[in-house]
């Protein structure tokens, strides 16, 4: 429905008068799984953060029973760090931008699913260790070496589609939802879309192109870019709207040039 050229959002217009939420639960890391469901009462607006603190100041399931509060990560709350993806309802997202009243209205009924991502090793509860992504950063030199910190005068002229360009890819926040969506990711020793698109992002950079060839050799090995295996998972599942299919596309074919003519720079 729209109204003067703009989209109305559809609105929960008969809310549950409680909500319940089922959790994967998991004492610590390579202990069993188990579910878990709590009811709190339901108030509009409400995210999927904001419930869990709900649960967490009365941990008491359905079923009466007083257990430990569900363990998850948060800090900006304004889905910027990243650090709270999980999978709610079977979908990979952040649980600080993901509200109530919209995830009732897609399932229809009165019940939330949270589970921790699949492809990182569980801590606990909804919490995951995600170090594995910053080793593949460190992997492709995903960083502008400095040489010093003294004045180096004004940097090189970047042209606005360039700078537009490099924006999109900066808007990475390291979450995991493209490698959580990814079919090769975790199986085997592929080093994701994530890791691919932060190359690319260094490579277009004027100072960045000093050490683009560091960076392209390590995306060549068994774990690199050729194991990918273009199931476009990714860029439907990254919530920055991050173009990975076009990095990666663009990298292959820098890697594919490289290969080829790179000798001749030697």
Known sequence: MSTNGHTEKKRLTDPPATVKFRIQRREKEGASAYWETFEIKYRRNLNVISALMEIRKEPVTVDGKRTTPPVWDMSCL?????????????????????????????????????????????????????????????????????????????????????????????RCMTCGCCLEACPQYGDGNYIGPQAIAQARLFNMHPVGQITKEERLDGLMGDDGITACGNAQNCVKACPMSVPLTKAIYETNRDITVDALFGWLKK
């Open 78 to 170: 304004e889905q910027v760090c990243g650090i709270c993806t999980m999978v709610i309802d079977g979908r990979v997202r952040q649980s600080c931008s993901a509200l109530v009243d919209d995830l009732l209205l897609a399932s229809g009924g009165d019940t939330i699913s949270l589970q921790p991502m699949s492809k990182f090793p569980n801590v606990r509860d909804l919490k995951v260790d995600r170090s594995q992504m910053f080793e593949h950063l460190k992997q492709v030199h995903a960083w502008i070496e400095l040489d010093g910190s003294h004045a180096l005068g004004p940097g090189p002229h970047v042209s606005n589609e360039l700078a537009q360009e490099r924006y999109a890819l900066s």
